[in-house]
């Protein structure tokens, strides 16, 4: 070094008197983490470099951050569910900067939510998060045996917010499927146009789908190959049972000796049904429950099966802040592979 601190260039020019560089060894994992994100990317090979990026983005945000696995805190239940329901039992939660500060703190790779949500935290938290728009919506202020949510954000809107993705539910086996089924398929023509990625939420419901079979084994693997074939490069689905709703699909489960024992199984199950695992299948947390260890469970069930990660609503936000910080990160651990 010259005086002063500077390197001495000239020395370094001089092979008699430079000395060799030292390796740059990359942190524990990160190579082959790199690589597990170059792989999914590879699947979607028909998307342009700004849907891929952004792809990325949630992949690469986070603590789980090259590992292929995802937790996103979704909050589009207080128009799903309504206000008193969904966060009078946390009451910060009726605030949305909670939930960007929770998603950001928990180390989460994205937020999730409806227009509203997002617009009212978008600028202030710029840059901090990845954000997700929720681009339909529906209320529960009438009966409504066979949904259909209404369009309430667009892709003019999440590109407007910074957002990296759409969401849209789809609920097969509601009478007005076909229906939802046109108006993704046009949502995500024009999101993957803009280079933005698209997430489904896909719920089986409808008046010829029991409430047992709305998580059935058999019709949720059915929902995420849907979904999968309207053209998302992230799935969301509910958690299966090991009830077969269909007398048809329980004799090609039985005849082939489907697995569908264990819920690691059913993850395995519902992950090749999206075309042999390479798309990204994200289970849902359902309502919430009191027992975090059972939450944990499915997680570690969900990690087994191959599923990549979780998204967390109602049992995560329904809590005061440290305890849903705690579940996050307890959460994300076992996904890491820093915890069992």
Known sequence: MKKGGSPDYTAAMNPETATAP??????????RATERVREILSWYGSDNPG???????????????????LVILPVDQGFEHGPARSFASNPAAYDPRFHFEL???????AYAAPLGFLEAGASEFAGEIPLILKAN??????????PLSAVTGSV?????????????????????????????????????KNGLAVVIWSYPRGSDISKA?????DVVAYAAHIAAQLGAHII???????????????KAYEKNAIPIGSLAERVRHVVQGTFDGRRIVIFSGGAKKDNDE????????????GGFGSIIGRNSFQRKKPEALKLLRNIIAIYSGTAR
């Open 236 to 250: 969301k689905v509910k958690i299966p049972s090991d009830h077969i709703e269909q007398e048809e699909a329980r």
């Open 51 to 69: 849907t891929k990026s952004n792809i990325a983005r949630l992949l690469n945000h986070g603590t789980l951050a090259g590992t292929g696995k």
């Open 103 to 109: 998603a950001i703190e928990a180390g989460c790779n």
């Open 294 to 305: 059972e939450i944990l469970n499915e997680a570690r069930a969900i990690r087994d099966g």
């Open 156 to 192: 003019h809107e999440a590109l407007r917010l910074g957002c990296c993705a759409i969401g849209f539910t789809i609920y097969p086996g509601s009478a007005a499927a076909t229906k939802m089924y046109e108006q993704v398929q046009k949502i995500a023509e024009e999101a993957k």
């Open 213 to 217: 079979g709305e998580t059935a084994i």
């Open 137 to 146: 919506n529906h209320d529960v202020l009438h009966d409504e045996k066979d």
């Open 22 to 31: 030292k390796p740059v060894t990359p942190p524990a994992g990160s190579r």
